[in-house]
């Protein structure tokens, strides 16, 4: 069976938008502004995250994305990502942008339910916020794993958003990246 792991660079408030700065949001661009020297071992983390991964799970935009800069980029994470197979949670797209992509089309839930059954092995989800509220609030993520970066932002869109009932996890590792940033990994507590 698979596991579903979400993996997000996210501020110490818990805010994940737009850490390029290309969404235009006002507190944007805070993922190189709070990088530091941190880029190497942050590469590295996400490189070992790459490598042990069975596929990724992913929104639409998070397709349109990567899937737009698979083509101008290049190096080892990249190469990584784009051999692994991908599943696009979509209504409404056709074609995925990015290579080796399948749409699940379908109602999420049982689509992801079905997709956990496929895949042996870790299935990550980068960025795709709504999709993971949607992964939270039916008990489809296995594993949270958070690269936390120094600064509150005070705005923006967090990756928890409002649920119906708690989510317990549990604390099962933490890792300093760097200098500057923080790696926490949790999973779903099945027991509270």
């Not at 993922?31 to 995250?49: R, S």
């Not at 009932?165 to 940033?181: A, F, Y």
């Amino acid at each position: 069976m698979g596991k579903i792991v979400v993996s997000q660079n996210v501020t110490l408030d818990g805010v994940v938008e737009d850490p390029s700065g290309e969404g235009g949001s006002r507190h944007g661009g805070w993922f190189l502004q709070f990088m530091g020297q941190d880029w190497e071992a942050w590469a590295q983390l996400e490189l070992a995250e790459a490598q042990g991964a069975e596929a990724l799970l992913m929104g639409r935009r998070t397709d349109e994305y990567f899937g737009t800069r698979s083509a101008t980029m290049s190096g080892e994470w990249l190469d990584a990502l784009n051999r692994l197979p991908k599943y696009v949670v979509s209504a409404t797209l056709q074609q995925p942008k990015w290579t080796n992509a399948t749409v699940l089309a379908g109602e999420v839930v049982s689509e992801v339910s079905k997709l956990k059954q496929q895949v042996q092995g870790e299935i990550v989800v980068y960025a795709s916020r709504p999709l993971v509220h949607t992964l939270m609030e039916h008990d489809l993520v296995d594993e949270l794993r958070l690269t936390v970066f120094p600064v509150a932002l005070g705005a923006g869109e967090r990756l928890f958003g409002e649920t119906s009932d708690e989510r317990p996890l549990r604390l099962i590792h933490t890792k300093s990246v760097g200098n500057g940033l923080v790696h926490l990994t949790y999973e779903r507590a099945r027991e509270a």
